[in-house]
């Protein structure tokens, strides 16, 4: 079975530029959450998606938004992208109303 | 809010020596607790959980871990270590995101190398 992809792997952005992070998550999942890795840190919860709704939101700007499509993918948008939102983005998936939840492996932005 | 504190960010080891990796939260009601493991260049991978019961909670690759709610502890352990258990470790803690999701908060991990 398929586990939690996300696209792309890697990408370089110039300051100012936007960003569009994917993610599928595991067959039968339908929540999906997105965390920010900044180097030398644990991740940090950025937005919860479930049935197309936002059902949870961390301390992150209005740069940052999310949505989520009928087949569950999800999309992570950040606007006018800042050095500091160099960081790896992770993805997550699970059952609604579960704590357990699977990582895919990440894209790493480098904004320079 | 939750918290969590790895108290360590470090902890070199001898290959086949026992290691403990140390994780304190704040406390709350109802208390879901992870330990993931993190190789260079990859995403997160679960290697142990605690949602209730037992308070030792046996992981993949010979990790366990011991809640202790007393202490507001769960920490890491594993008997003998091995070359490819090199990699961060990240102490988790599930909290009530908003209805009947939940959210994780990480400590800042600790690096677990291990040394021929």
């Known amino acids: 079975d398929a586990g939690v992809t996300q696209s792309p792997t890697h990408l370089i952005k110039t300051r100012g530029q936007h960003v569009t992070l994917r993610c599928s998550p595991i067959?039968?999942?339908?929540?999906v959450s997105w965390y920010q890795q900044v180097l030398g840190q644990g991740p940090q919860f950025i937005f919860q998606?479930?049935?197309?709704?936002?059902?949870g939101r961390g301390n992150f700007p209005d740069r940052f938004s999310a949505r989520q499509f009928p087949n569950y993918s999800s999309e992570l948008n950040v606007n006018a992208l800042l050095l500091g939102d160099s960081a790896l983005y992770l993805c997550?998936?699970?059952?609604?109303?579960?704590?357990?939840?699977?990582f895919g492996q990440g894209t790493r932005l480098t904004v320079v | 809010a939750q918290s969590v504190t790895q108290l360590d960010s470090q902890v070199p080891v001898f290959e086949e020596a026992p290691v403990e990796l140390r994780c304190n939260y704040s406390?709350?009601?109802?208390?879901?607790l992870f330990w993931y493991v993190q190789y260079p260049n990859q995403g997160l991978q679960l290697l142990l959980k605690?949602?209730?019961?037992?308070?030792l909670v046996k992981g993949i690759n010979g990790f366990e871990a011991e809640f202790n709610k007393s202490q507001t502890s769960f920490h890491l352990r594993k008997p003998s270590v091995h070359i490819s258990d090199t990699a961060e470790y990240f102490c988790?803690?599930?909290?009530?995101?908003?209805?009947?999701?939940?959210?994780?908060?990480f400590g800042k991990g600790t690096l677990l190398t291990v040394n021929p």
């Open positions: 067959s039968g999942h339908k929540s």
């Open positions: 997550a998936s699970s059952f609604w109303g579960y704590t357990e939840a699977f």
């Open positions: 605690y949602l209730s019961g037992s308070t």
């Open positions: 406390s709350s009601v109802s208390v879901y």
């Open positions: 988790a803690v599930s909290e009530k995101a908003g209805g009947s999701n939940y959210k994780l908060t």
């Open positions: 998606y479930y049935e197309k709704e936002e059902r």
